[in-house]
């Protein structure tokens, strides 16, 4: 992928260029806080219906016109000569993994890329051997399907999930590692960490915590779903200070669905197991997780057009503006809804409140609240249910605006205390 397709796309007319990010551009409201000011031309750069608030692109993303044309186009490369794309792919592919690795501070050799995280967390804990009675431990923050697929593979090797409980209210890394730890024992083999917790958008998995699992012999699987393009990540030629790394590029990163990387410590890389065996197996990894026969390969080969754009607009800034938009929402929700914020992770693009005792404790009330948003607000939100009171998630990205975040404050005041 030339970095220069993209660009000649950007200024191509109806797809203008944003204006680079001003991080301490910020306009005051009536009620006096802090907005960060809109980055010009952002909201042209998707295809989302404008009358919509959509406040959740932690959950899917969106994928911006730019990648979606560089993917379209690949799509149609493949339609043109199916013989000579499928040929070639396994090769376009390493070119691809490069650069995702580099966007990543990461070693191709140590990096597949894969579909998405639920898919490379069950690798990562089919390639741990497990035992009888061992433990795997997870946390009351882990998301839904992955604690769930730890307890599958424990439960076919006669081990058992261990979830650490961890308040949602816990004032920082340090209280979160203590209560980790505290569940260790001499059976603990694999711990499954989020970087980013998805129900609470906060930090578990710190490069403490891993060093401490570690100097324990505690494999460790990362689930970074959130991380590549909303955080700054290192992976630091490893993986990151875990045994097993699993980043989505369809949530902040830009790349279209369905692109993910899963990064492997080196004493682990030769026994990665693949999901499916492939006519790339012989070559080790990390060909053999990546080929998986006839497949859509093109948000991989188009996954680089989104770290280019992510660049292009100012990573840092465009962080910077996403983390103060989603303060300024969490903060709207505090003041006009009257819910309590949770702790946050500062520069990342997303907050959670706390819903009142009695409300969306349930998966189903949970859902119902979600549909009652999007029913009469048309706003996007992510509500995870937790005994004593749902979360509600948050999230900001450049086609946002305060004005979003205000409607549903104040449209939550209405619903959850009718
Ligand atoms: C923390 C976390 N892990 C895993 C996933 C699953 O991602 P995917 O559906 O792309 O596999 C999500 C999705 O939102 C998530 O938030």
């Known amino acids: 992928m030339s970095h220069n397709i993209w660009m000649v796309e950007m200024s191509t007319p109806g797809n203008p260029r944003p204006a680079p990010a001003r991080p ?14 809109p980055l010009r031309g952002s909201s042209t750069l998707f295809t989302l219906d404008p009358g919509t608030a959509h406040l959740n692109h932690g959950s899917y993303g969106a994928v911006p016109v730019p ?141 403490a915590l891993l060093a401490a699992l ?31 790394w699993v980043g989505n590029l369809h949530k902040w990163a830009f790349a279209p669905r369905a692109a993910a990387v899963l990064a492997v410590d080196r004493p682990w890389r030769p026994r990665v197991r693949p999901l499916v065996f492939s006519w790339e197996h012989d070559r080790g990894f990390p060909r053999r997780v990546e080929w998986r026969g006839t497949f859509d390969y093109t948000p991989w080969l188009a996954a680089p057009a989104g770290f280019a754009l992510l ?28 819910l309590r914020a949770l702790p946050e992770l500062p520069g990342l693009g997303m907050r959670a409140v706390r819903l009142p005792p009695g409300v969306a404790e349930q998966e189903h009330a949970a859902k119902a609240l979600m549909v009652a948003v999007r029913r009469t607000l048309d706003t996007r939100i992510a509500v995870r249910p937790w005994q004593g009171g749902g979360v509600l998630r948050i999230s900001a990205q450049l086609y946002n605006r305060p004005e979003e975040y205000l409607r549903l404050a104040d449209g939550l005041a209405r619903l959850v205390t009718r």
Do not use: W
Request: hydrophobic share 45%; aromatic share 2%.
């Open 67 to 207: 990648v979606q044309r560089h993917q379209a186009r690949l799509r149609a490369e493949m339609e043109r000569d199916p013989d000579g794309f499928f040929l070639e792919a396994p090769d376009r592919i390493g070119r691809a993994r490069a650069e995702v690795a580099a966007a990543l501070g990461g070693d191709p050799s140590r990096l597949a890329l894969i579909t998405n995280v639920t898919e490379g967390v069950a690798i990562a804990l089919d390639s741990v051997p497990l035992g009888e009675r061992d433990q795997v431990l997870v946390t009351d923050h882990g998301y839904g399907v992955v604690t769930r697929a730890a307890e599958r593979r424990a439960t076919e090797a006669g081990a058992v999930v261990r979830c650490v409980r961890i308040s949602p209210h816990a004032p920082d890394g340090e209280a979160v590692a203590e209560r980790v730890l505290a569940a260790v024992t001499p059976r603990t083999k694999v711990a499954v960490l989020d970087l980013v917790t998805s129900p609470t958008a906060r930090a578990v998995a710190t490069p």
């Open 311 to 338: 660049n292009r607009i100012g990573a840092e800034q465009l962080r910077a503006h996403n983390d103060g938009l989603a303060a300024h929402g969490q903060r709207l929700l505090v003041e006009r809804a009257g």
């Open 214 to 244: 570690r100097s324990r012999g505690v494999v460790t699987v990362v689930d970074a779903a959130h991380a590549p393009g909303a955080l700054p990540v290192d992976l630091g030629g490893a993986a990151g200070g875990a045994d097993f």
């Open 24 to 37: 301490d551009a910020r306009t005051d409201g009536a009620d006096g806080a802090d907005r960060p000011a």
